[in-house]
């Protein structure tokens, strides 16, 4: 019976973990909507530059909404026509996605925001800097390929031109730097370098 019973929690928990795997990004849209409504409503309080940098975080969800909901299928794409994998969830798999985003932007986008907000402005270049080098993959993905890629659209039309409006807010501010521009490339080129390095080793391990 009781062996029964640790079966049944473990049966519960990969389920559940699976079923977040799975629909984790279905929240994105609502989430960005609800995030929206709650810094509007606390715009007077801040100014406009740490209001766009806190806007970075429900501008990259509506992007992975597009990404991975609607039309979605952005871990197809990338195994399947940048890497040339005959299998849709090798080697970027459902799991690799959930955590790259969850701990990239669930997570990294409010506590670079709080950092902006909190401890110095100059923490603030990160975010925007993030989005519009992901845009740019996007693009250049696009561009080499001659095809739609899931997320291309909210690249363009969304994360690029709140990206640079927000740059040119920093700009104005006395914000952007060199230090601190450089500071957030190279960090987030080598994020998005090692997220790259990890997937191509274990495709290049386990194909």
């Not at 299928?73 to 195994?79: E, G, H, S």
């Not at 890629?149 to 994360?159: D, E, Y």
């Not at 709140?162 to 450089?182: C, D, G, K, P």
Request: proline share 4%; net charge positive; hydrophobic share 55%.
């Amino acid at each position: 019976m009781k062996t029964k019973g640790i079966n049944f929690i473990s049966s519960s928990g990969v389920f559940m973990k699976n079923y977040l795997y799975d629909h984790w990004a279905e929240s994105t849209l609502v989430i960005a909507i609800t995030v929206s409504i709650m810094l509007m409503s606390f715009i007077n309080c801040m100014t406009w530059y740490l209001f766009l940098v806190w806007m970075q975080f429900p501008f990259y969800l509506v992007h992975e909404f597009e990404e991975h909901v609607y039309p979605g299928k952005f871990k197809t794409f990338f195994n399947q026509i940048i890497l040339d994998s005959n299998r849709i969830d090798f080697p970027l798999s459902t799991a690799n996605v959930f955590w790259i985003n969850i701990l990239a932007i669930w997570f990294l986008f409010p506590i670079v925001a709080l950092l902006t907000q909190h401890i110095s402005p100059i923490y603030g270049v990160l975010l925007p800097m993030v989005s519009i080098l992901n845009a740019s993959l996007h693009i250049i993905f696009a561009i080499v390929k001659r095809k739609y890629n899931p997320g291309l659209l909210t690249s363009i039309f969304l994360l690029y031109p709140t990206s640079i409006y927000t740059f040119y807010i920093l700009y104005q501010s006395h914000l952007l730097q060199w230090a601190n521009t450089v500071y957030s490339f190279l960090f987030a080129f080598l994020a998005h370098a090692l997220i790259v390095v990890l997937v191509l080793r274990k495709y290049l391990r386990y194909r």
